[in-house]
Each structure stands twice: as C-alpha cells, then as structure tokens.
C-alpha cells in the first residue's frame, strides 16, 4: 500500500495496528528532517540521532495506545523535542540553553568581536584561566568542533568526563561579567 503523510487518518490508523509498512514509510521520510531538527537544538549529531530513535522506539512500542490528534508529522516533531527538553531535564552536567546561546554570541559572532572587544577579551581571558584539562576539552569542543566522543576518544578519557569538563567550563565562564 502507498502511504501518504497528506493522508493522516489513514497513516495514523495503520500505525495504531502495527502495520510495520507504515511504521517503515514514516521513519524514511521523516527521519532526516527530525534529526535536522533537534540537532539543530542541541548542536550534537550522535545526541540527536539518539533521541531521534528513541522517539521512534517509543512509538512502535506504544503504537496501539497513541493518541495522535494532529498530523503525524508534527506529532513526531512534538514528540523529539519534548524528549530533547527531558534529556536536559535528566543530565545535570548539561549546559542550559542560556548559557549555550551566550557563550555562542562571543565565540562565533565576529561583529560581536569587533563592536565589543573588551567583552570578548574577558571571555579569551575566561578561558585561559580554566584548568589545564578543563580549558582543553573546550577548547577542542567549541573552537575545533569536536563532538564529546571524539574528544574522549582523542584524550583517552570518558565522555562522561568530557561532559563534566564542559559543564565546568560553562559553569565558571557564566560567572564572567561582560563589563569587567
């Protein structure tokens, strides 16, 4: 049978009796465009892919008791953020979105840079002052790009110390003041 995600009612009511057709046209062509998605709120493509299918997990495990009241598409999207949003909840070691999106605002943003250069000199400062291993996992995250795993794999140590080494990054950063 041809699925269409313009017919909802027909694709919700194949799901909700394990029609694994439905299940299976629904993962192709959503997929890549969940992922997008949350990876675009958590800048982590593994984090992303994560919740990605465990959202979908979820669904096939839970497919006869779903109340899908709008379409699935934005069901599913509904479905990834709110699991993003409890994976922040659950991990106390992961930097708050506010924090992310200031530091962001310093270290990417070279109009920042230019207009303001005695706030980015205090965060270049900030970041020199961190512990020698502290300093060097972020610094390999944020200005080289490295995801936690890769950072681990290259400094022979866990992604869980990646992930406290970031957060006491993040935490001792957030306590600059732009105007010292």
Request: proline share 2%.
């Amino acid at each position: 049978m041809k699925y269409s995600l313009e017919n909802n009612t027909e694709l919700i009511n194949a799901l909700q009796s394990g029609n694994e057709e439905a299940f299976k046209f629904i993962f192709e062509v959503l997929y890549d465009d969940l992922v997008r998605y949350v990876f675009s709120l958590c800048n982590d493509r593994a984090k992303a892919e994560d919740i990605v299918q465990g959202t979908f997990v979820k669904i096939w495990e839970q497919h006869q008791s779903l109340a899908i009241n709008s379409s699935v598409k934005s069901y599913l999207f509904r479905s990834c953020h709110n699991r993003f949003i409890n994976s922040l909840r659950r991990d106390k070691n992961t930097v708050s979105l506010s924090d992310h999106i200031y530091l962001e605002s310093f270290l990417e943003d070279e109009t920042q840079q230019k207009e303001a250069p005695g706030n980015y000199e205090t965060l270049r400062k900030a970041i020199d002052s961190l512990p020698p291993r502290c300093k060097e996992v972020f610094t390999l995250h944020k200005f080289e790009g490295m995801k936690y795993r890769d950072i681990a794999y290259k400094l022979n140590i866990s992604v869980k110390t990646v992930e406290n080494q970031i957060s006491r990054a993040y935490q001792k950063l957030r306590g600059i003041s732009p105007d010292h």
